[in-house]
């Protein structure tokens, strides 16, 4: 099983509200990664997590907030967002410490600021 | 600065035959390589991976190349078929652990035709 599930599928969002997106692992895989894809662009790296501590912020603004409660789950809080923020975001995992480096995507959540 | 670039924004192929999309990158310190499909309203689908210590890897229809001393890399798909239509991304990272930043390139469209 390669299955990365994330919720909302779509979301739209004020400027002013507070929002979160979820995503959920059971692959073992102790490395989890937020990406932002804007239209006709590749995936961006915005956070990884491994072993349920943030490893890298890719200097993402403090409007986007990472969460890791276990290592199945990965959340992304939202607050303040501006239009511009409005792009997939992407969830991956992967394994750590063997000889197998694939990051797995989910299909992503569709987000729109208005 | 794009570390990662795939020039040919569109390929078209017949059916049957081999389609071969090219992946260039400047940084000599990557040291693994991946190539994704991805479909419209869907997350990356992880195809065929390389270590910077080989120069070839096959998986059924699919065969990375990598040639290091020119920072390129080949994917070959052979035989190509309609279900292989779709947007085609390649990666790069620097294996260190604690989780593997993913830089991507700007992807190639892949039409197949029957």
């Known amino acids: 099983d390669t299955e990365v599930t994330q919720t909302p599928k779509h979301l739209v969002m004020g400027m002013t509200n507070k929002k979160s997106l979820k995503c959920e692992q059971h692959?073992?895989?102790?490395?989890m990664y937020w990406y932002k894809q804007k239209a006709k662009k590749p995936p961006e790296l915005m956070f990884v997590y491994s072993y349920e501590k943030l490893s890298i912020n890719e200097s993402v603004p403090s409007r986007f907030s990472p969460e890791c409660p276990n290592s199945s789950l990965l959340n992304l809080h939202l607050h303040a967002l501006q239009p511009e923020d409005s792009a997939l975001y992407l969830c991956?995992?992967?394994?750590?410490?063997?000889?197998?480096?694939?990051?797995?995507f989910g299909p992503g959540t569709r987000l729109t600021v208005t | 600065d794009q570390q990662v670039k795939q020039n040919s924004p569109s390929l078209s192929v017949q059916e049957g035959r081999i389609s071969i999309l090219n992946c260039d990158y400047t940084n000599s310190m990557f040291d693994y390589f991946l190539w994704y499909k991805k479909y419209p309203a869907e997350g990356p689908t992880f195809l065929i991976s390389?270590?910077?210590?080989?120069d070839k890897n096959e998986d059924g229809r699919f065969t990375v190349f990598l040639n290091k001393s020119a920072k390129h890399l080949s994917l070959h798909i052979v035989p190509s078929q309609p279900g292989d239509s779709a947007v085609y991304f390649c990666a790069a990272t620097i294996l260190t652990g604690g989780g593997n930043k993913l830089t991507f390139g700007t992807g190639t469209q892949l039409k197949v035709e029957l």
């Open positions: 692959m073992g895989h102790r490395a």
């Open positions: 991956a995992s992967s394994q750590e410490g063997k000889d197998s480096y694939e990051q797995y």
């Open positions: 390389i270590s910077s210590i080989k």
